[in-house]
């Protein structure tokens, strides 16, 4: 997630909550939501993607460093292993609004419906970090497993689903965000180049540090923007309990526009969103090198992944874009 403020940093070196632990636990949240029975994530998947992402070698995944060309270059490998167009001529779409040579991978996928495929939604996460920091026991590279390495294992995995099964109604653009820590500069990117194609886009959704479980079990999520659009509210009636909800943090930090979601609000004016756990009491190491996959939770997780799929599937093919701002 974008560095708010200082003040934010402050308080996050305050929390004296214990170091997270791996789980083999599954969210306490009801397990009777109607997964889509063709395909659930697998643990050891997730497990494996996040691995990879958080290693030494990416070495932190700074924009415009040759750690973050790794990832993109394995990001790559996802879209083209499991048969997924680019939106543009490639993959890499060359950012217009930083110095150095970066690149959010965008990938598509065609709508099935003859005429609800001329809609789109938008499906991302950042996959930079902030690369080498100051070292804390020796450490310097801020690895980014939870910040934000676990949203785009969350989006490999939703772009698996819809590559094999093509359930998807609505087209889907698929993008992993190059510069989020600079200054959201990625997603602006795209969202003016989507924008100036005067693409119908109906929404956008975001996953940010969904590393760690909430000490919480009234929700498994928490939605940025909760009041401006009754996404919260459909989320809730397609998964048929309470998946997503509100926490004060949410308004106290500014969330909404802290992450890659508030530009393609600013450009389009629709319901563009992020889900996240990370509620600045579970999870100490924002922007930290100790930010590492040992800490990240991939049960939950997995869990994240298999609730969101098919509540996603359900907003990309209503029959009407039920998904709307509130007035």
Same mark, same amino acid.
């Given at each position: 997630?974008?560095?708010?403020?200082?003040?934010?940093?402050?308080?996050?070196?305050?929390?004296?909550?214990?170091?997270?632990?791996?789980?083999?636990?599954?969210?306490?949240?009801?397990?009777?939501?109607?997964?889509?029975?063709?395909? !659930?994530?697998?643990?050891?998947?997730?497990?494996?993607?996040?691995?990879?992402?958080?290693?030494?070698?990416?070495? *932190?995944?700074?924009?415009?460093?040759?750690?973050?060309?790794?990832?993109?270059?394995?990001?790559?490998?996802?879209?083209?292993?499991?048969?997924?167009?680019?939106?543009?001529?490639?993959?890499?779409?060359?950012?217009?609004?930083?110095?150095?040579?970066?690149? @959010?991978?965008?990938?598509? %996928?065609? *709508?099935?419906? &003859?005429?609800?495929?001329?809609?789109?939604?938008?499906?991302?996460?950042?996959?930079?970090?902030?690369?080498?920091? #100051?070292?804390?026991?020796?450490?310097?590279?801020?690895?980014?497993?939870?910040?934000?390495? =676990?949203?785009?294992?969350? !989006?490999?995995?939703?772009?698996?689903?819809?590559?094999?099964?093509?359930?998807?109604?609505?087209?889907?653009?698929?993008?992993?965000?190059?510069?989020?820590?600079?200054?959201?500069? *990625?997603?602006?990117?795209?969202?003016?180049?989507?924008?100036?194609? $005067?693409?119908?886009?109906?929404?956008?959704?975001?996953?940010?540090? %969904?590393?760690?479980?909430?000490?919480?079990?009234?929700?498994?999520?928490?939605?940025?923007?909760?009041?401006?659009?009754?996404?919260?509210?459909?989320? @809730?009636?397609?998964?048929?309990? @309470?998946?997503?909800?509100?926490? &004060?943090?949410?308004? #106290?930090?500014?969330?909404?526009?802290?992450? $890659?979601?508030?530009?393609?609000?600013?450009?389009?004016?629709?319901?563009?969103?992020?889900? =996240?756990?990370?509620?600045?009491?579970?999870? #100490?190491?924002?922007?930290? &090198?100790?930010?590492?996959?040992?800490?990240?939770?991939?049960?939950?997780?997995?869990?994240?992944?298999?609730?969101?799929?098919?509540?996603?599937?359900?907003?990309? @093919?209503?029959?009407?874009?039920?998904?709307?701002?509130?007035?």
């Amino acid at each position: 997630m974008k560095k708010i403020c200082f003040f934010i940093s402050l308080a996050l070196l305050a929390c004296n909550g214990t170091k997270s632990t791996v789980s083999g636990e599954s969210n306490s949240i009801s397990e009777s939501t109607t997964i889509s029975a063709k395909y !659930v994530a697998k643990q050891e998947d997730v497990a494996k993607t996040l691995q990879f992402l958080t290693s030494d070698d990416l070495e *932190g995944r700074n924009t415009g460093s040759a750690g973050i060309e790794k990832a993109s270059y394995f990001l790559e490998g996802i879209f083209k292993k499991n048969g997924v167009k680019p939106y543009f001529k490639t993959y890499r779409d060359t950012l217009s609004n930083y110095d150095l040579p970066a690149y @959010n991978m965008v990938g598509y %996928i065609e *709508g099935n419906d &003859p005429k609800l495929k001329n809609e789109f939604v938008v499906i991302g996460a950042h996959y930079d970090h902030i690369g080498r920091i #100051q070292a804390v026991n020796g450490d310097d590279i801020g690895n980014g497993a939870n910040d934000n390495a =676990s949203g785009t294992t969350a !989006v490999t995995e939703v772009v698996k689903y819809f590559a094999k099964y093509k359930t998807n109604k609505r087209s889907i653009i698929f993008a992993f965000f190059s510069a989020e820590e600079k200054g959201l500069l *990625g997603s602006k990117h795209l969202a003016k180049k989507l924008k100036e194609q $005067d693409i119908d886009l109906y929404f956008m959704f975001n996953y940010e540090m %969904i590393g760690v479980k909430m000490n919480r079990e009234d929700m498994l999520l928490y939605l940025t923007g909760f009041g401006k659009s009754n996404m919260a509210k459909k989320m @809730n009636e397609y998964a048929e309990e @309470n998946l997503i909800g509100y926490i &004060p943090a949410e308004t #106290q930090y500014q969330l909404f526009r802290a992450s $890659d979601n508030y530009p393609f609000y600013t450009e389009f004016e629709i319901p563009a969103q992020t889900v =996240s756990t990370f509620d600045f009491e579970n999870f #100490q190491f924002y922007h930290q &090198p100790d930010d590492e996959f040992e800490l990240m939770d991939t049960a939950h997780m997995t869990n994240v992944i298999n609730k969101t799929i098919p509540v996603l599937e359900k907003m990309m @093919n209503a029959a009407t874009k039920e998904i709307q701002m509130n007035k």
